[in-house]
T-cell receptor
C-alpha cells in the first residue's frame, strides 16, 4: 500500500508561470517531509524540506506547503524556468519516532517547463 | 567532496549470473541506503545501514539479494542469481543523521539490465 502518493505523473507549464506539484500521504505519524529533484541519468538531489511543526518553508523560488489535516503537501516553483524540468519526488519520514532515517518516496512527477 | 560514488554505472548480464553493485558513501556519513527504482514501483528502499550495521532490510525482495558494509567507506549489493525482473536502476545514498535533517545524498545510480 502506497503511503506517499503523487497522483500526477506529469505536469507541463510555461516558463515564468507557477508550477505546483502535489503530494498526499496516508500515515499521520510522518513528521518530516522532503522534496527531491532528479535529472535523467543522475541520482535524486535534495531540494527543500519541512517538519510537521511548520506549514510553510521557503527557499528562493521554491516553497513547500504542508496541510497536516488534509495529509497533503505541495511544492510551488515561482517563476518556473526550463532548467527546472526534471522528475520531482516527494518523501516522508518518521523523524521523531525512534529516530528512524527511512524515507518513503512517492513515484514522482515529471515537470516540463516550456520556453 | 566527490559525493556518493557507485560502480559500475551500467551493467548488462544474463539471467542466472551473479551481479555485484558497489558504493562508496560520502566521507563522514554514518548511514547508507540502497534503493531500487522501477517504473512500476518507483523508488523503494531495499536496506539501510547505520555505523556499518544493517538496521532495516525489510525491503530486500528475496534471498537472492544480499548487502554488506564491511567498513564505513564501502558497501556492496549482490544479486545471485539474477533474473530479468531485477532490471532497474539501483541507487546508493548516504547521510549524517543530525537533529531534524533527514537529507540523503544519492549517487548517480547503476542501471542493471538482466537479459
Amino acid at each position: 500500500d502506497q503511503q506517499v502518493k503523487q497522483n500526477s505523473p506529469s505536469l507541463s507549464v510555461q516558463e515564468g508561470r507557477i508550477s505546483i506539484l502535489n503530494c498526499d500521504y496516508t500515515n499521520s505519524m510522518f513528521d518530516y517531509f522532503l522534496w527531491y529533484k532528479k535529472y535523467p541519468a543522475e541520482g535524486p538531489t535534495f531540494l527543500i524540506s519541512i517538519s510537521s511543526i511548520k506549514d510553510k518553508n521557503e527557499d528562493g523560488r521554491f516553497t513547500v506547503f504542508l496541510n497536516k489535516s488534509a495529509k497533503h503537501l505541495s511544492l510551488h516553483i515561482v517563476p518556473s524556468q526550463p532548467g527546472d524540468s526534471a522528475v520531482y519526488f516527494c518523501a516522508a519520514s518518521f523523524r521523531s519516532q525512534g529516530g528512524s532515517e527511512k524515507l518513503v518516496f512517492g513515484k514522482g512527477t515529471k515537470l516540463t517547463v516550456n520556453p | 567532496d566527490a559525493g556518493v560514488i557507485q560502480s559500475p554505472r551500467h551493467e548488462v548480464t544474463e539471467m542466472g549470473q551473479e551481479v555485484t553493485l558497489r558504493c562508496k558513501p560520502i566521507s563522514g556519513h554514518n548511514s547508507l541506503f540502497w534503493y531500487r527504482q522501477t517504473m512500476m514501483r518507483g523508488l523503494e528502499l531495499l536496506i539501510y545501514f547505520n555505523n556499518n550495521v544493517p538496521i532495516d532490510d525489510s525491503g530486500m525482495p528475496e534471498d537472492r539479494f544480499s548487502a554488506k558494509m564491511p567498513n564505513a567507506s564501502f558497501s556492496t549489493l549482490k544479486i545471485q542469481p539474477s533474473e530479468p525482473r531485477d532490471s532497474a536502476v539501483y541507487f546508493c545514498a548516504s547521510s549524517l543523521l543530525t537533529g531534524w535533517s533527514n537529507e540523503q545524498f544519492f549517487g548517480p545510480g547503476t542501471r542493471l539490465t538482466v537479459l
